[in-house]
């Protein structure tokens, strides 16, 4: 079982930027690939970005050049630097972590609004 716990949502004003944090917990040894995804009222489940473990990441097309993913291995975190926002960013952001290479855990979502 893994344990992930999100902070650093909020509201900020479009133009503005965010700073999303994920704490792993619990079997940590065994997570893959740990990332964000999102969620917005009435829309899909969205690939915000994720990171393997030697630290390569992959963006969603929609927040490239703007979001940045890190991880920290040794602190079993993930945080997501957010700037340049936009109103069509506002979304339940949640942590993901692969564990096994097939399980998923999710954190229980942080709310992001930005404001026009």
């Known amino acids: 079982q893994v344990q992930l716990v999100e902070s650093g949502g909020g509201l900020v004003q479009a133009g503005g930027s965010l700073r999303l944090s994920c704490a792993a917990s619990?079997?940590?040894?065994?997570?893959?690939?740990m990332g964000w995804y999102r969620r917005a009222p009435g829309k899909q489940r969205e690939l915000v970005a994720t990171?393997?473990?030697?630290?390569?990441?992959n963006y969603g097309e929609t927040v490239k050049g703007r979001f940045t993913i890190a991880r920290d291995n040794a602190k079993n975190t993930v945080v997501l630097q957010m700037n340049s926002l936009k109103p069509e960013d506002t979304a339940v952001y949640y942590c993901?972590?692969?564990?096994?290479?097939?399980?998923?855990?999710w954190g229980q979502g942080t709310q992001v609004t930005v404001s026009s």
């Open positions: 993901n972590a692969v564990v096994n290479w097939f399980q998923q855990y």
């Open positions: 990171i393997s473990t030697a630290g390569s990441p």
């Open positions: 619990g079997n940590v040894g065994s997570i893959n690939t």
